[in-house]
């Protein structure tokens, strides 16, 4: 076999493993539907550095690693909750993503103040205080907690924020009743887990 024939070999060799992953990582980029989050945590990494670099550049906890999937849109696509890397001294912070036109994508909410933008969600607790983050997805709601304990050993500070989807908008919208109602029952339940808190 001459050089020449070797060199026309490694390049033929050289195209079809090159074909091979390129088709391969079409064929198994997932379509809206049927999106596997766990498998695209390099993917969604790279878009939240892309899109909260600023505030990533300092990470040190894993960025993008999914820590929930849900389905809270009433699209039948799954959402997924993933973690930021950043965060408090007892607390991560996530992120709520959608996946749409074959790529992670960041929901808008409508916050008490009036400002639309994305939102990011705290979870964790020390001996004193805590935050979290849920879901009612039957009524297409997130919400977040907050609690606190007051030195006397009773429940202090104690609040909740829900936002409800709206397809037509295609946004999450701060909802004051839904929170009223989701704080009673998130501080009773916080009231109850006191002595093991403490």
């Known amino acids: 076999m001459t050089k020449k024939q070797i060199g026309w070999g490694a390049l033929i060799v050289v195209?079809?493993?090159?074909g091979y992953f390129i088709f391969s990582n079409y064929a198994s980029a997932p379509t809206d539907g049927s999106i596997e989050w766990e498998k695209?945590?390099?993917?969604?990494?790279?878009?939240?550095?892309?899109?909260f670099g600023n505030e990533l550049a300092a990470a040190?906890?894993?960025?993008?690693?999914?820590?929930?999937?849900?389905?809270?849109?009433?699209d039948t696509r799954p959402e997924a909750l993933v973690l930021l890397g950043t965060?408090?001294?007892?607390?991560?912070?996530?992120?709520?993503?959608?996946?749409?036109?074959?790529?992670?994508g960041l929901f808008a909410f409508l916050k008490p103040d009036g400002e639309t933008g994305p939102l990011i969600f705290s979870q964790g607790s020390s001996v004193?205080?805590?935050?979290s983050v849920d879901f009612l997805l039957e009524e297409s709601v997130v919400y977040t907690g907050s609690w606190g304990i007051?030195?006397?050993g009773s429940l202090g500070?104690?609040?909740v924020e829900a936002f409800r989807y709206w397809s037509d908008g295609k946004q999450f919208v701060f909802d004051k009743n839904a929170s009223e109602e989701l704080e009673i029952d998130y501080c009773s339940r916080i009231r109850n887990q006191l002595p093991n808190l403490l």
Do not use: H
């Open 128 to 131: 004193r205080n805590g935050m």
């Open 40 to 51: 695209q945590e390099s993917a969604v990494k790279g878009f939240l550095l892309e899109n």
């Open 60 to 74: 040190t906890r894993p960025i993008g690693r999914v820590a929930k999937t849900v389905e809270v849109t009433g």
């Open 150 to 152: 007051d030195p006397d």
């Open 157 to 159: 500070n104690c609040e």
């Open 15 to 18: 195209v079809i493993i090159g």
């Open 87 to 104: 965060g408090g001294a007892y607390t991560d912070d996530f992120i709520l993503l959608k996946w749409e036109d074959g790529k992670p």
